[in-house]
C-alpha cells in the first residue's frame, strides 16, 4: 500500500548520510582503532584497505542500505581473534569508537544509539559464544 508510514521512512543508513557518510565513518573509526592500544593488535597482520571495505559494506547492511557485503559471518569471522583473547573489554573499546566517530561526525544522538545498538546485537556472535 503507498502512502503508508513504513515507505516513508528512510533507512538508518540514509538517515545518517548514506555512501559517502559510511566512508568517512569507517576511515576515522579505523583511525581510532588503530590507534587504541586495547585493541590495535588484532589488526597487527590485516589487509586494513581489505578490511575497511568489508567494514562499509556490513555496516551498509546492518543499518538498511544497499548491500554487497559477502563476508563470513561474525562468528566465523572472529574466531581466530578469541582464540587470541578478543573479550568483552576489546569489543566494548570497539563499540565506543563506533559511537565517537558517528558523534564526531554529527550523527545525531539518536541514530548513533541505533547503531550501538546493532552493534552490541552481534556481540554473543563475535566473541563466540
Not at 16 to 24: F, L, N, V
Amino acid at each position: 500500500m503507498k502512502g503508508n508510514v513504513a515507505e516513508n521512512q528512510s533507512s538508518l543508513y540514509e538517515q545518517i548520510g548514506g555512501e559517502p557518510a559510511m566512508s568517512a565513518a569507517v576511515e576515522l573509526f579505523y583511525r581510532k582503532v588503530l590507534s587504541d592500544e586495547r585493541i590495535s593488535r588484532f589488526f597487527e597482520d590485516v589487509d586494513m584497505e581489505r578490511q575497511a571495505a568489508k567494514q562499509k559494506a556490513f555496516l551498509t547492511m546492518v543499518c538498511g542500505g544497499p548491500s554487497a557485503y559477502s563476508g563470513k559471518d561474525m562468528r566465523k569471522g572472529h574466531a581466530h581473534l578469541v582464540k587470541q583473547g578478543l573479550n568483552d573489554t576489546h569489543f566494548n573499546a570497539v563499540a565506543e569508537h563506533l559511537g565517537a566517530t558517528l558523534t564526531e561526525l554529527g550523527v545525531p544522538t539518536p541514530l548513533v544509539e541505533q547503531v550501538l545498538k546493532i552493534a552490541e546485537s552481534a556481540r554473543a556472535d563475535v566473541l563466540n559464544r
